[in-house]
């Protein structure tokens, strides 16, 4: 007997709906929304609070401070899109400072949770009273989700602005300036649909992609000075993408090194590895973010910077589309 059949009225979270990455459309056919830095999940409230991530893995036991949710939903059976994030000294959400909750899956410390609070910025929401709306257009879904709240404030959840009267090349402007990860362009009359989809656009202030470790260079003390990165080409293969050695603190290349630790092996994962000399290569078994100016294929990432580790699959991890200068 399967878990739904045991319990055939419970919400079921459908797999997220994925934006494109490419230049921010023009005309007035779209909304636009401020990309954050954070952790995509889907929060569900039936009654209590469930949070699974992007692949479906159950993490509600990584954020206990979400259950606060349900009350600032008046425990209303629902289904939550958005983004888990945590904040920095500037107020800004930041996926450094959210690492700090992870492993995925442990609960974690009355102390941590005080230290690093997380909270859930909800972009959309595809179920309502056991409803599935997913075929609402978009407009109609934001309309519902901004009165879904019956406090004024709460330190669980916030439903972010979106603006149909904003450029999007100035709302990227803006986002530079004050520090955020880009925007995302979403169609006013869109159905939610799981999966990748051109009617969700995202444009990073820089262009980002996810890259499977397979090697590092080593830095001082044991720590990681730069990793090495690959993603799977059309036939499947492992490609050198390049290497990256910034945007790392000193915590966290520590970090990737206790990480990495048991997964070496002495044959390079990538056939480019064959040539090169004082790599310290790894199973393919970690996915990362990093930020990039230019992607060439077979040169690779051009001023790349790490921003962290992602729960993605590995076998998922394909090299970028885009060739030349990142939109924005």
């Given at each position: ?114 230290e690093v609070p997380t909270r859930f910025l909800a972009f959309d929401v ?77 444009s990073p202030v820089r262009a980002t992609t996810e890259a499977v470790i ?71 078994r970690y996915v990362g973010e990093v930020a990039y100016r230019e992607y ?33």
């Amino acid at each position: 007997m399967t878990r739904a059949s045991l319990f055939p009225d419970r919400l079921a979270a459908p797999a997220p709906m994925l934006a494109t990455l490419g230049q921010a459309p023009h005309g007035g056919q779209f909304a636009v929304e401020v990309k954050f830095d954070g952790q995509r999940g889907m929060l569900t409230v039936d009654p209590r609070v469930r949070v699974t991530s992007r692949n479906g893995a159950d993490i509600t036991e990584t954020f206990p401070e979400l259950s606060a949710v349900a009350a600032a939903v008046g425990g209303r059976r629902m289904i939550l899109d958005g983004e888990i994030v945590a904040v920095d000294e500037h107020g800004r959400p930041s996926f450094r400072r959210l690492q700090r909750r992870w492993p995925q899956q442990r609960r974690p410390s009355g102390q941590l949770v005080r230290e690093v609070p997380t909270r859930f910025l909800a972009f959309d929401v595809v179920n309502i009273d056991g409803e599935d709306i997913t075929h609402w257009p978009y407009r109609e879904r934001r309309e519902l989700l901004d009165t879904l709240m019956v406090v004024k404030r709460s330190p669980a959840l916030t439903v972010p602005r979106h603006w149909t009267d904003v450029a999007p090349a100035d709302m990227l402007a803006i986002c530079a300036d004050q520090h955020h990860e880009g925007i995302v362009c979403k169609r006013l009359d869109s159905p939610y649909r799981s999966g990748r989809s051109r009617d969700w656009i995202k444009s990073p202030v820089r262009a980002t992609t996810e890259a499977v470790i397979v090697g590092a260079f080593a830095g001082r003390r044991g720590e990681v000075g730069a990793l090495l990165l690959a993603a799977h080409d059309e036939a499947g293969r492992l490609v050198l993408l390049g290497q990256v050695g910034t945007g790392f603190s000193g915590a966290e290349r520590r970090r990737l090194a206790t990480l990495l630790a048991g997964t070496e092996v002495s044959a390079p994962p990538v056939a480019e590895g064959a040539s090169m000399s004082g790599v310290q290569w790894f199973k393919p078994r970690y996915v990362g973010e990093v930020a990039y100016r230019e992607y060439h294929a077979g040169k690779g990432l051009r001023h790349a910077s790490w921003k962290g580790l992602r729960t993605a699959p590995v076998s998922g991890v394909c090299l970028p589309r885009d060739a030349g200068a990142a939109p924005g």
